[in-house]
Structure formats: structure tokens, C-alpha cells
């Protein structure tokens, strides 16, 4: 199939309407207005509601009612945003609700500004709302890749009844790259015969619901969540290696950072610098096995991790390497991103570091 | 032997676990058999808020969501965009509604959402155990307000019924009572309405209900619907505040 230029915004809303999706509801904030934009045009065309909520409280909340409901729904905001959402996002894992929510962040914190940032990263992945949940944590680093996690999040979704959070940044929203249209590999889809969409006389009342007052229940349904948190621990890990069979240094980053990191690598390689770069594109589960197995090889000498924040995923790798291997940070915040120039200053230091001869890389010498 | 009485097909078996001389039940009770002689208990949502009533979707025999605290409007508005053949309701608290909700249901109200809205006011967080409301009286005495509400402090109760008639979305907003049967039949005749308003697509529909909480109030049941009449009842007059559709027969 002929390749097509997309906005990532709009190819996030195109895929979640190939995915099926017929219901969005959200509340303008920069980088990711293209989103709801693009589905107020063309939801209508595909007999779905696009609506535009008074708050982004109320636009998670009409989100939750419509997945109770039984129809695929998703919502998207920018970091601010997705704070206030952070309520309704517990109610949904507490309900079980099959739910879509695209983050494209933004610095912060506060008001912060509308660059691209990388760190809600520990809002994504540990949880911002109230109680023990976890969110399935997709982080494309193109447009490609954007509207393939898009549509498949909703099948992640659907399966595990669990909502599942597209997390990208402003670069990956406002950028356009030629993408192909891709169907995600069919899935088994359970019925969803606990929705309140009329019992018709044919059923009992469906009830949903994230309540459980007596202890017993509400320590069950806990234990339940767990079993299918390690489900999909088991499951539906996702990562990219690139150059890494042979890498004295490992770079760690995802998302947009890794598109700087995959460029820092092949500066560093062709300076005679064996770099390589681990990609998690699940953050949550993270791929943690991987990454220590990957890190573990004899010939990785240090980790540098990368990310547009002040180090957030970097405990994660931190879990991950466990003591193995010296681990390094470069990072940003507020919403700058990186230079690959000093992605290679940190894999420079690293090197000095544990060979301790102040082996040069020529790219940096010729610099000085 | 003739059925003079019986439990309505829209309430579900479960034991409910208001206090007692508490007024929800008759409310429950009259939503329930509007649902049940407009032949919709299998085609309608309802949605339970958190207060007093957090439990109604175990006491409601059609299909239920519980909402989180004040959220429920949007829920419902989720629910009907998504299936605008089935009937959807609200049944919210003082609290979720006038307070920590006063966003969702002002524009639920604003965009005509075809939703049928609840509203148990009883000048009090019961469930939370007597904490002053948005509409606890000045004067009244509350766990928050042990001096009782003083109004430079925080200002008079608000008036949901007349706030939400002023929008146009809005095509019926009618405040009831509970205190005896003519306004029990009324009540029921707002409710029974309000749905069939609904159901004809016409817009956003409203019943406010005066209720009593002999519990946090510290009156016992007859006392309560005393202090009901007495004082609720003189700032939240009971009528019609909203009724477009006839407004509109009327012009035409």
C-alpha cells in the first residue's frame, strides 16, 4: 500500500476511527488539539459523536459511561490535562473498562509549556490516581508506529479490559512522516456481556462499578487486577534493540528520545564507538527481563539512559540493570529535547569512566 | 384476592440501607414504577452517585453505573451519545450535585443532554455523617457548621431548580416534596414526566426532591418532615420552574 503524509495527531484520531473507535469526547490544550479536531470532522461521517466536554473531569467521566456502555470510546489531552483526568482513570481500572487515552505531553510541571517533555512518565506508569492499578503504557517514537499502537491499543484494551494509555509527546503530535495503513494482527475479542447497554429483558441488571465495601471484595478484586497486571506482564511486552549484539554502551530511551539516541549510535559507531540502543516501547509492563539480559552481555560496559525529563524511567532501568552495570543519566526538562551531541558527551563520559584511560571519541576531539 | 399493592418490577430484591423515616426509598420507589408503567426497566441506565445513594445500583433492576463523586451527569451523557435509544437517569445527592458536581450537571443541562436527572436535596451530607451542603439553610446546624451556616461566611443554599431552568436546554425543572401523599403523587407525576420528556428527545430534564435526614438533621422521621415543611420548603418553594415543551404548545 502507497505511504501517505499524516500529522501525528490526526493519524492517532484516523487510527482509533480504523480501530473502530465511534466515541470521543475531550477538552481543547496544545500540542494535541488535532486530535479532537480530526474527530469532530469525521466521527460524524462514520455514525459515532465527537463532543467537546466542559472539563477534561467531564470528558474521562463521559469516556467511562460510554466503555460501560459497551462501544469503543478513547479520550486524549496533554499533560495538564491528563492530570485532571487522573480520577476517572482509577474509576476505569477499577471498573475494568476498556479505555483509549492518548497523552501527547508537554513540559511541565504546572502550566509548564507547550514543548515536547517526556515527564509524565511516572504519572504513566506508576499510576496518578488513588489505589493499586497499573495502565497499559504504549510509547511510539514515529508516526508510523503512533497509529499502529493506536489501533492495536484498543484491542489491548478489549482483551484485558484495562485502559490503556498512548503516551508521545508534542514532536510525535505536531510532526508529519509518511506512515503505511496497517491492520493490527486480529485479536480474540471477548463479548462484552457485563455492559449496561439495556437488559431487555433477556438478562439480569449489569452493574458497573468500582465499589466494594466489604474488605473481602474489595481484597479480591485487588488480587484479580494483579493476576491480569501479570497477564499482561507476560504477555504484551514490547521493545526494540538496535545495535546492540556488539554495544560497550547502551543507550536507554524511548519515545522521540530515541529517535535522537538511534542518531547518537550511528555518529558514535561511525567515530569507532560501539554504541547500541534499547528501546522499551511498553513502558509499562516494562521491559524489564530484556533490558537485564540485554544489559548483562559482556561487551556493554555502562547504560546511559535519555529522556526528555529529570529522571523518571531511569529508576526503571536502574530495577532492570540491577547493579550489573554502571548507569548513567542524560535528561532534560521542560521541554527541551536533546542534541544527540549530548547524548555522545554522556556515552564519552561513560567510557572514561569505567575504562579510565580518557579514551576520545574523534568526533568530540575534532569539536574541541 | 385483588393486588392492592406490590413491589415495583424496577427495584431489584435487595434490603436498602437508608435509616430509617429517610425518604430515598419512597423516592427510589417512585422512579422505579415510572420506569415500570412506561415499560422501560430494559432499556434504561441509571446512573448511582457517591452520597447517601451510592448504593442505588443494587436497588434499581435496570442496568447501573456508579459514578464517581459528582460525575455522574457526564457518565450518563457518555452513556446516551453512545445509546440514544435507551433512556438514561441521574440520581444524585445535595452534594455530588450542587458542590463537587456543579460543573457536569450546569452542562448537561446547557447541551440539553436527553438525560433525566434525580436531585435528592436534603440540606445535608448524609452519608459522611451531617457536614454542611451547598443547600444546608442559614441557621442550620451542621458537623461543619457546629454555629450553624452563617451566610457572610458561606453565603445562602443554592437553588439547583432555578438555576439549571434558566438554560434553554433545560425543558423541564419542577422541585418536589415528599411529605405527604398528594405531594408523593406529585412527585411521582414530575418523575413520570420527566422520563417521557426524555423519551420524546426533547432535552434535558430536572426533578428536585425535598428530603428529609431525621438521622443528621437529629429529629426523628415525623419531626423531620415538620422541619421540612417548616423551613426547607419556604426557600426552595415546591413547582414548576422549566416546562418548554408546554410553553412551546402553548405558543404554537
Request: proline letters at 5%.
Amino acid at each position: 500500500m502507497a505511504k501517505e503524509l499524516w500529522k501525528g495527531n490526526e493519524a492517532v484520531a484516523e487510527a482509533a476511527i480504523r480501530a473502530g473507535c465511534r466515541f470521543f469526547f475531550g477538552y481543547p490544550i496544545t500540542p494535541q488539539n488535532e486530535i479532537p479536531e480530526y474527530f469532530s470532522r469525521h466521527l460524524p461521517e462514520h455514525g459515532g459523536c465527537f463532543l467537546q466536554a466542559e472539563s477534561e473531569i467531564a470528558a474521562i467521566n463521559m469516556t467511562y459511561g460510554a466503555a460501560g456502555s459497551g462501544v469503543r470510546v478513547m479520550t486524549s489531552s496533554s499533560s495538564p490535562g491528563i492530570s485532571l483526568k487522573q480520577e476517572g482513570i482509577t474509576y476505569i481500572a477499577g471498573a475494568e473498562l476498556p479505555v483509549v487515552i492518548v497523552n501527547m505531553m508537554r513540559g511541565g510541571p504546572g502550566l509548564g509549556n507547550i514543548a515536547p517533555s517526556q515527564s509524565d512518565y511516572f504519572q504513566a506508569t506508576r499510576g496518578g490516581g488513588n489505589g493499586d492499578y497499573r495502565t497499559v503504557v504504549l510509547a511510539p517514537s514515529t508516526i508510523q508506529e503512533a497509529a499502529d499502537l493506536t489501533q492495536e491499543a484498543f484491542d489491548i484494551a478489549d482483551v484485558y479490559r484495562i485502559p490503556v494509555l498512548v503516551l508521545a509527546d508534542g514532536l510525535i503530535g505536531q510532526m508529519m512522516e509518511a506512515i503505511e495503513w496497517r491492520s493490527p494482527k486480529p485479536r480474540s475479542l471477548p463479548p462484552k456481556d457485563w455492559a449496561t447497554d439495556g437488559s431487555r429483558g433477556k438478562r439480569g441488571h449489569n452493574v458497573v462499578n468500582s465499589l466494594y465495601i466489604e474488605t473481602e471484595d474489595c481484597t479480591a478484586l485487588n488480587r484479580k487486577l494483579q493476576q491480569k497486571h501479570e497477564l499482561i506482564t507476560k504477555n504484551e511486552i514490547r521493545y526494540e534493540e538496535f545495535m546492540t549484539r556488539d554495544a560497550e554502551v547502551l543507550f536507554v530511551s524511548y519515545g522521540t528520545t530515541a529517535r535522537v539516541a538511534h542518531a547518537a549510535v550511528l555518529k558514535l559507531r561511525k567515530d569507532g564507538v560501539k554504541a547500541g540502543l534499547f528501546r522499551p516501547i511498553t513502558l509499562w509492563p516494562f521491559p524489564e527481563a530484556a533490558l537485564r539480559a540485554c544489559a548483562q552481555q559482556t561487551n556493554v560496559k555502562a547504560v546511559v539512559t535519555a529522556e526528555m525529563s529529570m529522571g523518571q524511567m531511569l529508576d526503571d532501568v536502574k530495577i532492570a540493570v540491577n547493579g550489573a552495570k554502571p548507569v548513567r543519566f542524560v535528561g532534560t526538562g521542560g521541554g527541551t529535547i536533546p542534541t544527540p551531541a549530548e547524548l555522545m558527551d554522556e556515552a564519552q563520559k561513560a567510557i572514561e569512566e569505567v575504562w579510565n584511560h580518557g579514551r576520545r571519541i574523534p568526533a568530540l576531539q575534532r569539536a574541541n | 384476592m385483588a393486588v392492592v399493592y406490590r413491589r415495583s418490577k424496577g427495584l431489584t430484591d435487595a434490603q436498602t440501607h437508608y435509616c430509617p423515616g429517610c425518604t430515598h426509598g419512597v423516592a427510589h420507589k417512585l422512579v422505579a414504577e415510572a420506569m415500570e408503567e412506561l415499560d422501560i426497566i430494559g432499556t434504561t441506565v441509571g446512573i448511582a452517585p457517591v452520597g447517601c445513594s451510592v448504593f442505588a445500583y443494587d436497588y434499581f433492576a435496570c442496568d447501573m453505573q456508579e459514578a464517581a463523586h459528582g460525575r455522574a451527569p457526564a457518565v450518563a451523557t457518555g452513556i446516551k451519545r453512545a445509546h440514544p435509544d435507551l433512556a438514561v437517569f441521574t440520581y444524585q445527592g445535595d452534594g455530588d450535585l450542587a458542590a463537587i458536581g456543579t460543573a457536569e450537571i450546569v452542562h448537561a443541562a446547557m447541551r440539553g443532554e436527553k438525560i433525566t436527572t434525580i436531585f435528592i436535596n436534603n440540606a445535608i451530607y448524609g452519608m459522611t455523617g451531617g457536614q454542611m451542603a451547598p443547600t444546608t439553610l442559614v441557621g442550620q446546624t451542621a458537623t461543619t457548621a457546629p454555629l450553624g451556616r452563617q451566610q457572610e461566611h458561606y453565603g445562602s443554599p443554592i437553588r439547583m431548580a432555578e438555576l439549571l431552568s434558566t438554560l434553554d436546554g433545560c425543558v423541564y425543572a419542577e422541585r418536589v416534596t415528599l411529605t405527604d401523599v398528594p405531594n408523593i403523587l406529585k412527585a411521582k407525576k414530575a418523575i413520570k414526566k420527566a422520563f417521557e420528556l426524555q423519551l420524546s428527545g426533547a432535552g434535558f430534564t430536572f426533578v428536585e426532591i425535598l428530603s428529609t435526614c431525621p438521622t443528621n438533621w437529629g429529629l426523628t422521621p415525623l419531626d423531620a418532615i415538620g422541619w421540612l415543611k417548616e423551613h426547607m420548603i419556604p426557600y426552595f418553594p415546591l413547582g414548576v420552574y422549566a416546562d418548554r415543551m408546554e410553553e412551546r404548545r402553548h405558543d404554537a
